[in-house]
């Protein structure tokens, strides 16, 4: 299996280049919308009443990939089932629904017959991302005050899997 390609790549916010032709049946992105990790959105009691919301936020605009996303689904969800058993409800707000190409060129030896060079390279489809906006909200913990410490806590192990620093807003709802 390839590597990832650093995401220093794509990380910034800027518009792709779109494929737009004359002929409808072009105006496609090749290959289909990859496979996306990110399984699950809304986890925990979907229904129960809560007090209090935190608010997993970002402090800069940029894209962040499907797997940012899981990993940091993963290890909140983690915390937060094994200590208060489902009493919360923790939903990811944002959607990875932006498509990542890339061009892959061949250098060394035999590259000649490999690669075709920037000649149409549109790029094949490697993976999805997120598109953020300064102050966007990430992740959303629905939860009771007196579990307000352990929900800190799980959304500070998310912030960690973040590609950008993030910032925990508090926000009380009766």
Not at 63 to 91: C, G, M, P, Q
Not at 121 to 128: E, T
């Amino acid at each position: 299996m390839a590597r990832i390609r650093k995401f220093a790549a794509y990380q910034k916010l800027e518009r792709p280049y779109t494929r737009i032709s004359k002929y409808n049946k072009k105006n496609f992105v090749r290959g289909g919308f990859p496979h996306m990790k990110v399984i699950k959105f809304d986890l925990g009691n979907i229904k129960g009443e809560y007090n209090t919301t935190l608010r997993l936020t970002s402090t800069r605009a940029m894209n962040v990939r499907h797997n940012a996303l899981e990993a940091a689904r993963l290890t909140s969800n983690k915390l937060l089932d094994k200590t208060i058993n489902k009493d919360y409800h923790l939903k990811i707000k944002v959607y990875p629904f932006h498509i990542l190409r890339e061009n892959p060129l061949a250098s060394g030896a035999g590259a000649d017959r490999m690669s075709t060079g920037m000649k149409k390279s549109f790029g094949k489809v490697i993976s999805s991302a997120a598109r953020l906006k300064e102050g966007q909200t990430i992740m959303e913990l629905r939860l009771d005050k007196a579990h307000l410490r352990l929900g800190k806590k799980a959304l500070v192990r998310a912030s960690k899997k973040m590609p950008c620093t993030c910032r925990i807003v508090e926000v009380e709802s009766s």
